[in-house]
């Protein structure tokens, strides 16, 4: 069985209940059982419960939060013991959607008293869909008129989008799907991203991959809607052919794991496959580890800019550049990039800038 627990988000009047229905009957076709975790924060204000009728915020933001990760949990439960092989379960909104409304305090509070640190819990999605609010380029649809909840105006709606998208930076699976083209192309471009994130058969799936010069650190730490996370890599043994791959990603001592195998068909295409582990099984997979190659350690630097999602690796060996990824669904996407960053050439089909690669000649040179 296959359970992939995705969260659709964004900010207010973002077209996020029309999604849903789009999902349902999409995948659907596709095999999946599909399931919905309802909103929240929609479900406990139009009970009643809300911030301004709790005792205080944390208050709140306490109740919201148990009962978003009780109702995840209850739906993984259910969906193990459903006889069938492909279940998405759709979150209306994740936990970490509940950042923004806290002090950064009450959240740390929040983490400590489940236990848990920001990196579990914002990593515990496998992928993460933000819909651009409709008060961001499309204020004629903006709307709170099909939600009791929602009271804000186009530019707090703005506001809000904004650091949403700054609170899920930093997840491996994030996309962010805006405004630029009308309400039905955009869910259209919505099913795509999740289509090819579940690795259903796309028209056009890539990334571009571009040598920069070494950035600027203080200005990328500047940013609300910039992370860092620290990555080490290690690559297996294998005789197939197959690349295997071991990911540490993660910060300040909190880790996800991950193993990824990733084959070239017979076409030319790529087909990679991924899936979580847990910290024992990294650590006995390492075992395996390919003595011909040296594993990568590299500082990434995930940035949303101009609703685009970036990724920006710096390897301790580099002084003068970097690698900067994105990827990309259209072959003719045009690429908008922070005017801070100095664009070299593009490396996407370069094999001396492949990370499999540097981890030979990194071996070499040692």
């Known amino acids: 069985m296959e359970i992939t627990k995705i969260v659709i988000t964004g900010g207010p009047s973002a077209g996020k209940t029309t999604a849903l229905s789009w999902i349902q009957n999409d995948f659907t076709k596709l095999g999946y059982t599909v399931l919905f975790v309802p909103e929240t924060a929609t479900e406990l204000?139009?009970?009643?419960?809300?911030?301004w009728t709790c005792g205080t915020n944390l208050d709140y933001q306490r109740c919201q939060m148990q009962l978003q990760l009780e109702k995840e949990r209850l739906f993984e439960y259910a969906a193990r013991t459903m006889p069938v092989e492909k279940v998405l379960i759709v979150c209306d909104r994740g936990a970490i959607d509940n950042k923004i409304y806290m002090s950064e305090e009450d959240f740390q509070t929040i983490l400590s008293e489940l236990r848990t640190n920001e990196v579990e819990l914002r990593d515990s999605y496998d992928a993460v869909f933000h819909l651009v609010t409709a008060a961001k380029g499309a204020e004629q649809f903006y709307t709170t008129a099909n939600n009791k909840a929602r009271i804000e105006t186009v530019e707090q709606a703005s506001a809000?989008?904004?650091k949403l998208i700054a609170a899920w930076t930093g997840h491996p699976h994030l996309r962010i799907v805006d405004n630029s083209m009308d309400f039905e192309e955009k869910l259209r471009n919505l099913i795509s991203e999740i289509s090819s994130f579940l690795g259903e058969k796309q028209p056009?799936?890539?990334?571009?991959?571009?040598?920069?010069a070494y950035p600027d650190l203080k200005w990328l730490e500047s940013l609300p809607n910039c992370h860092r996370v620290e990555i080490s890599q290690t690559y297996?043994?294998?005789?197939?052919?197959?690349?295997?791959?071991?990911?540490?990603?993660?910060?300040?001592?909190?880790?996800?794991?991950?193993?990824?195998?990733?084959?070239?068909?017979?076409?030319?295409?790529?087909?990679?496959?991924?899936?979580?582990l847990s910290q024992n099984e990294y650590l006995r997979r390492l075992m395996d580890a390919d003595p011909m190659k040296r594993p990568i350690r590299k500082t990434r630097y995930c940035l949303t800019y101009d609703n685009q999602y970036f990724e920006l690796d710096l390897y301790p060996c580099w002084k003068d550049r970097a690698i900067l990824e994105l990827e990309i669904h259209d072959e003719h996407t045009k690429i908008r990039f922070p005017r801070e960053l100095t664009i070299l050439r593009e490396v996407t089909d370069d094999r001396e800038y492949d990370n499999a690669y540097l981890a030979t000649i990194m071996r070499s040179a040692t």
């Open 45 to 51: 204000i139009s009970g009643g419960v809300a911030p």
């Open 160 to 162: 809000l989008d904004d």
């Open 204 to 212: 056009y799936e890539g990334k571009r991959k571009f040598l920069v």
């Open 236 to 276: 297996l043994k294998s005789d197939d052919g197959m690349e295997i791959r071991l990911r540490q990603r993660g910060e300040n001592g909190s880790y996800i794991y991950y193993q990824t195998n990733r084959r070239k068909m017979a076409d030319g295409t790529m087909v990679e496959i991924e899936r979580r």
